[in-house]
C-alpha cells in the first residue's frame, strides 16, 4: 500500500511516502511559512523524488487536528481534494496521536501537548503497549487549562514523557506540579512527522472525503464571540451566517 501523508496542523509542515510500512521518502521543516504556497510544491518534489505517480497512490492520509485553524484547514483541504479527484481513500489521524507516535517503546506515559494560548493546551494521555507494540490512547484528546490538566495527571501513578516544541512554554507548571515524574523527550522527537502519520494511517479505517472536517477540539475566538451575541441562533451555521 502506497501512502502520502500531509501534516500542516502547527508551524511544522510535513510530507511522507510510505509503502507498506517503510518511509520511503519525507520532507519535514519547522520555519514560519505559508504552507498554503509551499504544501503543493513539497508533495510535488517528494512525489518526483520517490518517482511515484498520483494514479499509484492508495491513500491520502492528514493530520486532522487539533492545532492551527488556517494550518488544519490547508492540510485537510488539499488531502479531501487528492482524494476526490484522484478516487482515493483518505484517512485522518489526530495530529496529538502523530506526535505520541514518536515515542514507540516507552514504558511510562506519553503526553502529547500543544500550546492553546490563555494558560491552555491541547493533550492527550498515550502508552506504548509493548505486548501488542501498539500505541494505545489512555485517556481521549481534549482542550484543557494547563493547570487542570497536570492536577489530573497528579493522581495517576507512574512517570510522564511530553512530547512537542510547546514544553518549554510550561515547563514550569508541570514541573512544579509532576517534578521529577515528568520529563521532555529528546530534540529529535519534538517535531510532528509525516512519516509517523503514514505509518498510523495504515492501520486506520478511511473516512467519507465528502464529509470529513477538521478535528478543532475548540470552536475559534471569532466563532465563540459571534455565538455569545448570538444565543439564539446557535442551531445555525456560524459559516454560513457570515
Not at 25 to 46: C, V, Y
Not at 67 to 81: D, E, H, N
Not at 101 to 130: E, F, K, S
Not at 159 to 176: N, P, S, Y
Amino acid at each position: 500500500m502506497k501512502i502520502l501523508a500531509i501534516d500542516t496542523s502547527n508551524q511544522v509542515m510535513s510530507v511522507a511516502a510510505i509503502e507498506n510500512q517503510r518511509i520511503v521518502g519525507e520532507f519535514t521543516t519547522n520555519i514560519k511559512g505559508n504552507h498554503s504556497q509551499r504544501l503543493m510544491p513539497a508533495i510535488t518534489d517528494l512525489m518526483e523524488a520517490v518517482e511515484w505517480t498520483p494514479a499509484e497512490l492508495h491513500r491520502i492520509a492528514v493530520a486532522k487536528g487539533p492545532g492551527s485553524y488556517t494550518g488544519l484547514r490547508i492540510g485537510v483541504t488539499i488531502a479531501k481534494t487528492l482524494a476526490w479527484t484522484l478516487k482515493k481513500e483518505l484517512v485522518g489521524i489526530s495530529s496529538l496521536e502523530v506526535l505520541a507516535g514518536n515515542c514507540q517503546g516507552a514504558n511510562h506515559y506519553i503526553v502529547p501537548m500543544m500550546d492553546a494560548r490563555r494558560g491552555n493546551v491541547y493533550t492527550g494521555l498515550y502508552r506504548w503497549d509493548q505486548e501488542s507494540e501498539q500505541l494505545q490512547q489512555v485517556e481521549p484528546d481534549t482542550h484543557i487549562a494547563l493547570a487542570d490538566w497536570v492536577k489530573f495527571l497528579k493522581t495517576k501513578e507512574g512517570t510522564f514523557e511530553f512530547v512537542g516544541t510547546d514544553w518549554a512554554i510550561h515547563e514550569e507548571t508541570i514541573k512544579e506540579a509532576l517534578g521529577d515524574r515528568a520529563s521532555e523527550v529528546a530534540a529529535q522527537n519534538q517535531l510532528p512527522r509525516a512519516g509517523v502519520l503514514g505509518l498510523l494511517a495504515e492501520k486506520a479505517e478511511p473516512v467519507d472525503s465528502h464529509t470529513f472536517v477538521p478535528d478543532y477540539l475548540k470552536l475559534a475566538e471569532a466563532e465563540e464571540n459571534w455565538r455569545a451575541a448570538h444565543p439564539n441562533q446557535l442551531e445555525e451555521s456560524y459559516v454560513e451566517k457570515i
